[in-house]
């Protein structure tokens, strides 16, 4: 079975702080892509990234960071001095390509920064 | 910019109404999806479709059907609307299978 796992359902912050947000993924396919989406308040979902299943490397894009462990099933996101504008529902997602198509997103994660 | 666009953000139904909810795409992708997204559940599969004139169920078809006339349209049916599909319903469409989905903005449905 697949499934996405975020723990977290709200974490609150003081600006400036930095958040981690958990995910951890469970799926039998090899061949897998994981992703991070944000949502803010005006609602529409806003891709993040994507990481395939052989791809371990961290990466960061400014404030943001990403770290894959397969070893733990884990794909966290963790923001650097957090900004109120990073207010907003973070969900992480997972896809499979082999045999029948699944698409799973995680239940979310709230994450309100503080001025 | 990949842009999805959804004919309406806000809908008010009543019981047994049929509702169309419409999405557009422009950047020519193969995949489009709709989801319906309630709070402390997520986002759940309703319908997908791969191709124009095909189709295939998702997580929770039940009550719904859609139609793909062309490459950049997908639309959803609800035939006969209930107060349980009362909920965000929001279009995505992707370029490869697996790949990112791009999501339009949504439309908050409430059906009375």
């Known amino acids: 079975a697949q499934k996405v796992t975020q723990a977290q359902t709200e974490i609150s912050v003081v600006e400036k702080e930095d958040v981690t947000l958990d995910c951890v993924y469970e799926?039998?396919?090899?061949?897998?892509?994981l992703f991070w989406y944000k949502q803010p308040p005006s609602g529409e979902l806003v891709f993040l990234i994507r990481?395939?299943?052989?791809?371990?490397q961290n990466e960061i894009s400014g404030r943001y960071s990403w770290n894959f462990q397969k070893s733990t099933s884990s794909f966290n996101f963790t923001i650097t001095a957090s900004q109120v504008v990073d207010s907003a529902v973070y969900f992480c997602a997972l896809s499979t390509t082999s045999g029948t198509y699944k698409y799973i997103f995680g239940t979310g994660t709230r994450l309100k920064v503080l001025a | 910019d990949v842009k999805v666009t959804q004919s309406s953000r806000y809908l008010v139904k009543r019981t047994g109404e049929k509702v169309f909810l419409e999405c557009v795409q422009d950047m020519d992708h193969e995949n489009m999806f709709w989801y319906r997204q309630d709070p402390g559940l997520g986002l759940r599969l309703i319908y997908f479709?791969?191709?124009?004139?095909?189709?295939e169920k998702g997580d929770i078809p039940e009550g719904y059907s859609v139609s793909r006339e062309k490459k950049e349209r997908f639309s959803l049916i609800l035939e006969s609307a209930s107060t349980n599909q009362t909920s965000m319903y929001l279009c995505?469409?992707?370029?490869?299978?697996?790949?990112?989905?791009?999501f339009g903005p949504g439309t908050r449905l409430t059906v009375l």
């Open positions: 990481r395939n299943s052989f791809d371990e």
């Open positions: 479709s791969y191709d124009v004139k095909m189709k």
């Open positions: 995505a469409s992707s370029l490869y299978r697996g790949y990112e989905q791009f």
């Open positions: 799926t039998r396919d090899t061949t897998y892509y």
